[in-house]
C-alpha cells in the first residue's frame, strides 16, 4: 500500500484505518513524505498494533521526532502473554527521532523477536542513541541494521 506523498497528517487514522481493515494478506505500508508528526505516529502505533498483516512500514522524511518514536516503540513491545506484533521492517529514516526516540526503537530490539531490519538512517540519533541500540541488539538480529 503506497501513500508516498498523499498529505495524509490531518487524516492519518481515518483512511489509514479504513484501507487496512480490508486488507488479509502481508502488507507494506509506505507513509514517506505525508508530513507525518507525533500526533500521526500516536493514531498510526494504534492501527498498527491492531494490525495482523503489516510487515514492512516506511515513514522515511516525515516530521516524526522523540514522541512519535516512542509511540511507534509502545506499539511495537509485545504484551505479556500476547504475540510479538508482526511488523518485520520499520524505515525511520531522515527524521528527527534523536537519541531519546532512537533508545525507545532499542528497547523494542531486545523484546519483539519479528523486527529484523529497522533504519534510523538521518535520525541525529548521537552516541548515546548508538549505545543504546547496541546494548539492545540480539544475538539473532540481522546484520543488515540500518543507523
Known amino acids: 500500500m503506497d501513500m508516498t506523498g498523499w498529505q495524509l497528517q490531518n487524516s492519518l487514522h481515518d483512511k489509514l484505518g479504513d484501507a487496512m481493515s ?6 507494506e ?5 505525508n508530513g507525518i508528526g507525533d500526533d500521526e505516529c500516536e493514531q498510526l502505533a494504534r492501527v498498527i498494533k491492531q494490525s495482523k498483516t503489516v510487515k514492512r512500514l516506511i515513514l522515511e522524511n516525515n516530521h516524526i ?5 516512542q509511540a511507534l516503540a509502545a506499539a511495537l513491545t509485545p504484551e505479556t502473554g500476547k504475540d510479538d506484533p508482526p511488523l518485520e521492517e520499520l524505515n525511520l529514516k531522515n527524521n528527527g527521532i534523536g ?6 526503537i532499542a528497547q523494542v530490539l ?6 529484523k531490519k ?10 548515546s542513541g548508538l549505545q543504546a541500540i547496541c546494548q539492545n541488539l540480539r544475538n539473532d538480529f540481522p546484520k543488515d541494521f540500518v543507523l
Do not use: P, R
Open 118 to 127: 529497522v533504519n534510523l538512517y538521518w535520525n541525529n540519533i548521537g552516541n
Open 29 to 33: 505500508v509506505n507513509l514517506s513524505y
Open 22 to 27: 480490508s486488507v488479509k494478506t502481508t502488507v
Open 65 to 69: 521526532h522523540m514522541k512519535g518514536a
Open 110 to 115: 531486545t523484546s519483539n523477536k519479528n523486527l
Open 99 to 104: 537519541s531519546e526516540g532512537a533508545t525507545a
